[in-house]
């Protein structure tokens, strides 16, 4: 009754823990969130391979192939089966599948065990040169796509995972463009971590003019702090720093009396015709 989620890792053989090919060599049966990457055609021979792509050519949404790979895991599971579930990565970096495991395997009597694995987010911040600290976020192109301002600080650099069509590419830009210039320099990364990665800078406008894939993110620098003594930020959360700090006691006098009631005279009404 054991459910171990094993993490692939990026997508080289290389990258497979010793943790992790130990999980995958003793198991039976192996099931596969997808089929479509690297490091499959590299695992132990001996466990019986099953894989969930054809949930994804006839659900619906991500949302649907995600509550149908984990009904029939914990279904199996459940049956008094241990069984090794692997995924692309790491485990609990962007997987929708782990979570919805995670929130229900207690209730079905099912034991999980997490075998971590590198994520994309490593290889691909070796091959931009950048560290993850201060302040990456990592984001969904598909919750980019559907916004219409991006969910993203843009004081702070941002990766966004799942940019793997066209149209993504093309949605994903036109909501970035609501807060970045449209000649903003991004990276688009491929195959991190594997002999065919590539990372290419462009301006933001190119993205959907460029190949992308399943194995395709996007790398999003800060927008560079205004000149001056006093750096400005960009973000709404760097105004808000900024009013806070005018309305703390080593501020600004005038900032601190301020009500809503004294700054209304301040506001520009347009005439009424
Ligand atoms: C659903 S997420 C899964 C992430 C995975 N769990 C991990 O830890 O790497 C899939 C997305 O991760 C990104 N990705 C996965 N492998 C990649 C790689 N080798 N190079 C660049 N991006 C990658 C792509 O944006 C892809 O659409």
Known sequence: MTLTIVGLGP???DDLTRRAWKALSEADEVYLRTRHHPTVEHLPAGPELHSFDEVYETAESFDAVYDTIVDRLLKIAASGR???YA???DPMVAEGTV???LE??????????IVNGVSFVEPTLALIGVDALPGLQLVDAIDVAVAYHPPINPDYPALVAQVYSRQVASDV?????????????????RAAGTAEQSAQEMPLYEIDRQPVDHLTALYVPPVPAGGGKVPIATSFEGFQNTIAHLRAPEGCPWDREQTHETLRQHLWRRPLR
């Open 99 to 101: 979570t919805r495991i």
């Open 173 to 189: 830009k036109l909501t970035l463009m609501n807060q970045y210039a449209d000649d903003h320099p991004v990276w688009l990364v």
């Open 82 to 84: 241990d069984i090794v």
């Open 104 to 113: 229900r395997a207690a209730g079905q009597g099912v034991d999980v065990q």
């Open 11 to 13: 997508g080289d053989p």
């Open 87 to 89: 995924v692309p990565g």
